[in-house]
C-alpha cells in the first residue's frame, strides 16, 4: 500500500513533494495515518491551500465534502468551501473528475497526485497542481483525504518545470 517512492518522482513542484513527504512521515509500519497525525504547525507554510476531505456514503451514491478547506480557497472559488460538497462547486466538468480521483484514493487506499485546470470562472489561466493523501482512523480503512493544491499562471509553468512534458502527462 505505501511501498515505493514512484508517485513522489512524479510530482514536479517542491510544494507538492514537501506535503508529500511530510504525510509519508506519519506512516507507521505500512498503517495511514490519522487525522490527529497531522499537525498543521508541520506544514504551516502550505496551509492556505491544504483540504481534508470526507466521504458521505448514503445508498449506493458517495459525495465528497470539504471538511476544511485553507483561506487560499476563498481566491479560487471566491467563497468558503468549508462544509460543502464537491458537486455543489462551481467546477464545470471538473466534478466528475474530482470524484473519480478522490474515490481512487479511497477504494485503492493510496495517494494520488497530477495537474489540472482548475474549472472555476476566471480560473482557466491558471494550472491547478494537486495531491490527495488517504487518511485513517484505524490505520487501514481511509476516512478522510488530505488535500494540497497550489496553483500557477501557464505563463510561468516554465520556471516550475525542468521538463515541462512532464506538465501533461
Not at 490527529?36 to 451514491?61: F, W
Not at 497530477?114 to 490527495?132: D, E, N, S, Y
Amino acid at each position: 500500500m505505501l511501498a515505493g517512492t514512484a508517485l513522489r518522482h512524479q510530482m514536479i513542484l517542491p510544494q507538492q513533494q514537501y506535503v508529500y513527504d511530510y504525510w509519508r512521515s506519519k506512516c507507521r509500519a505500512g498503517q495511514l495515518p490519522s487525522r490527529a497525525d497531522i499537525d498543521p504547525s508541520d506544514i504551516c507554510e502550505h496551509l492556505p491551500m491544504i483540504t481534508v476531505i470526507e466521504a458521505c456514503r448514503a445508498a449506493d451514491k458517495t459525495r465528497f465534502k470539504y471538511r476544511l478547506a485553507g483561506t487560499g480557497f476563498w481566491d479560487l472559488f471566491e467563497d468558503e468551501i468549508s462544509g460543502q460538497y464537491i458537486d455543489e462547486l462551481p467546477l464545470g466538468n471538473r466534478r466528475a473528475y474530482w470524484h473519480r480521483v478522490l474515490s481512487r484514493v479511497m477504494d485503492l487506499r493510496r495517494p494520488s497526485a497530477g495537474v489540472t485546470k482548475p474549472g472555476t470562472p476566471m480560473r482557466g489561466h491558471l494550472a491547478q497542481f494537486w495531491i490527495r493523501l488517504p487518511l485513517s482512523d484505524d490505520g487501514e480503512n481511509v476516512t478522510s483525504i488530505l488535500g494540497f493544491d497550489h496553483l500557477v499562471k501557464y505563463s510561468e509553468l516554465e520556471q516550475h518545470a525542468t521538463e515541462p512534458e512532464k506538465i501533461f502527462a
